[in-house]
């Protein structure tokens, strides 16, 4: 198991973890198998998305917070109701395939660890299988 | 494939499967790997979420039911499109991580399964997968 | 790594893959093991659910557009910002289990790739692991 560590510094920020994924890929030197990605946080979540123009990911954030407000009326009386409700709509793990010893991911497809709750120290474990 | 079986008893339920998902695991003997868990059911789901404070379910359920009220408009004539559609939103698999012979979540994290058409006799299938 | 070629013919459709999925566990003579797919497109989804009344996808696809509407106001000019948003809620990758040979889903369920910015030429891969 390999564990990417993330600091967020907002209470909504949306960071990308592509390369370390990348790079986790390319050290276990399976060459066709697959990758989960896992997030032990319940006010995070994990999202593959667009990694080109940055108002997508501005967009999903916003449209999740109309959804969700973050001053909505919860029974949760820490004040991040929102976030968790966040996180169950995103999810907490992805699953990736590894195909000739590289990730599948498509030519605008990014990995991001999304805080819903932040600042905080989080971190993402990852297991690869080789088929 | 191990089987967990599930009597809800309510229409809108979240029932905590985590001890039963473990166990599969001791059971196994893998020590790395992972597991994979799949809900056969259309109107149910699956979640990863707070198992401390019972009222992040509560709201869980309560926005689910604002973002997609029992009594809207469809065109799904059996009563429970709403069921189908939170479904949906949630999903209806999960991927977790075993390292060193234990099922990896995080301190708050526990595995739900999501009723939202019930009462109802349920089933939950786990795949458990060595690496 | 098998891949299975899409076309969609309408701005947002839900276009049942069940079958190609099934063919490719056959013939990868797979006993025990599981399924991942994963949808390399950032407009589009994964989704199992409803497979006979048809009304089931109509539902589903109409609360999408009531909760992230096509006409919102979003910073992505490209005009397909709800399609990231849709997306983004369904998610891009599934699991399922393979047990005796066969893809395990429910009496009810079909696996659909789901278009939010068509027409256009898809594809979607398919990894399966053996246990």
Redesign the interface.
Known sequence: ?KIIEIETRRRVEFIEITASVKKAVKESKIK???C?I?????TAGL????NA?P??R???I??LEK??PRD?R?????GN?DA??K?????????????EGEL??????GIYFCEFDGPRKRKV?L?????
Request: proline share 2%; net charge negative; glycine share 6%.
């Open positions: 198991m066709e198998g697959i989960v896992f997030s032990p946080h319940t999202l593959i998305n667009e123009d108002s997508v501005k967009d999903i916003s449209q959804l969700v909505g919860y029974s949760h009386l820490e109701a968790h409700i996180s169950s709509l995103l999810g907490n793990s992805l699953n990736l395939i590894i195909h599948i991911l498509g030519t605008w497809q474990y297991k690869l299988i080789s088929d």
